[in-house]
């Protein structure tokens, strides 16, 4: 069954370095969504993707994130200047053309010290 | 804008007991409803969803779950739960329109006794 996938499982950076994280979408899947999970907290929207663009984006994603579609498999997030309160767990999920549910990947724990 | 809660944030029962988790949302419209299971170390994978017609929906894992309008709920049931069932579990309500992006629930965190 295909799946998403996601590396690293689990990332350790320090304050102020970028991190990107990555995912791989199944494969006919046209949208994808980037969410976080900080420890003990709810699963939260980042962003959804579509056509190479962004399609929706939370309060939290602000100037210091981005995302990325840069071949045809890989979809990724980027944290350009990462600080303390980005510790959480990432999740990326797509979904199919004309389909309501959305698949996630295992995650990427990312540590911020 | 919408919200979801599960007001259980933990919750303990015995292998082969019956299972309720609760989910109420908040919406203008009927939304699309689901259940997700993280399990230690996994992603999210969908138990299952609603989005109209019977309100009584079948999942996988010998999981179901009833919309109930008048309520605003969407509670998940198991009339026997396995060891294997301990996670945690989302409910989540999502809607057409922009991205489709989901909100979820705080989730909670069944434990089984053996």
Known sequence: EPEVTQTPSHQVTQM????ILRCVPISNHLYF?????ILGQKVEF????YNNEIS???EIFDDQFSVERPDGSNFTLKIRSTKLEDSAMYFCAS???QADTQYFGPGTRLTVL | AQSVTQPDIHITVSEGASLELRCN???GATPYLFWYVQSPGQGLQLLLKYF?????????KGFEAEFKRSQS???????????SDAAEYFCAVGFTGGGNKLTFGTGTQLKVEL
Request: charged share 20%.
């Open chain 1, 95 to 97: 979904r199919a053309q």
């Open chain 2, 52 to 60: 109209s017609g019977d309100t009584l929906v079948q999942g996988i």
């Open chain 2, 25 to 27: 949302y908040s919406y």
């Open chain 1, 16 to 19: 102020g370095q970028e991190v």
């Open chain 1, 56 to 58: 929706e984006k939370s």
């Open chain 2, 73 to 83: 709920s969407f509670n998940l049931r198991k009339p026997s739960v396995h060891w």
């Open chain 1, 46 to 49: 980042l962003v959804s993707f």
């Open chain 1, 33 to 37: 969504y980037w969410y976080r999970q």
